[in-house]
Each structure stands twice: as structure tokens, then as C-alpha cells.
């Protein structure tokens, strides 16, 4: 089954110009990062090589944490079903392809 998820945060990592530069169906690394301070279910994007945002949390209202509708599924099938860690890549991780539009959204096999 696939999944659709939005791109966020990449104004932070100056990655918008790179985002919009990457084709339909361009592969993207997807690394879970449980021990992030601000979101313990934050799942970072990577492309080509590079950081470029995270998936975003959804419905997550209130200016403080709370379980948001999109990361939070998407964690927990990559805490039970995610490729493990490896040298080169260290964190539980799955593969994805980005989906052309704005915001940007990432497509993933579940």
C-alpha cells in the first residue's frame, strides 16, 4: 500500500531551491530520529546525499508537542518494519520517492 506524506521544514536547511530542482519519483531516504528533543517521532528526508526537511506532523495542534496524524503512523511502521541500521546509514530508515507539487509530499510503500 502506498502511503503520501508532506515535506516540511526545508526553509530551515536551505534545501527549497534543491526540493524544487529534484524530478517526479526522485528516491529519497527517509531515517527515523527518535531522540529528537522537539519530536521523538521526527522522520528526516534525505535527498541526494543531503538532509532537506522531515516529515510533517499533520493535524498536530497546540504551540507545543502533540502526536501529529503523519509522522507518528509512518514512525511506528518504520520502528517495526524499517531496514536497520548499517554503517552508512545509521538510523532505522526506509526508501521513498518524492511527488511533484507544493507543498512537496513524499510517496512511500507500506
Not at 32 to 47: C, L, M
Not at 60 to 66: E, S
Not at 74 to 87: F, Q, R, V, Y
Request: hydrophobic residues 40%.
Amino acid at each position: 500500500m502506498k502511503a503520501i506524506y508532506t515535506l516540511v521544514g526545508m526553509q530551515h536547511r536551505n534545501a527549497e531551491s534543491l526540493v524544487k530542482s529534484l524530478p517526479a519519483g526522485e528516491a529519497l531516504l527517509l531515517i527515523r530520529e527518535p531522540t529528537n528533543a522537539i519530536d521523538p517521532h521526527a522522520v528526516q528526508v534525505w535527498a541526494r546525499g543531503v538532509a532537506v526537511g522531515y516529515v510533517g506532523r499533520g493535524k498536530a495542534p497546540g504551540p507545543k508537542y502533540k502526536p501529529g496524524t503523519e509522522n507518528v503512523p509512518l514512525a511506528e511502521h518504520m520502528d517495526a518494519n524499517g531496514i536497520k541500521p548499517t554503517d552508512a546509514i545509521p538510523g532505522v530508515h526506509v526508501h521513498a520517492k518524492l511527488v511533484i507539487g507544493y507543498p512537496p509530499k513524499i510517496e512511500v510503500d507500506e
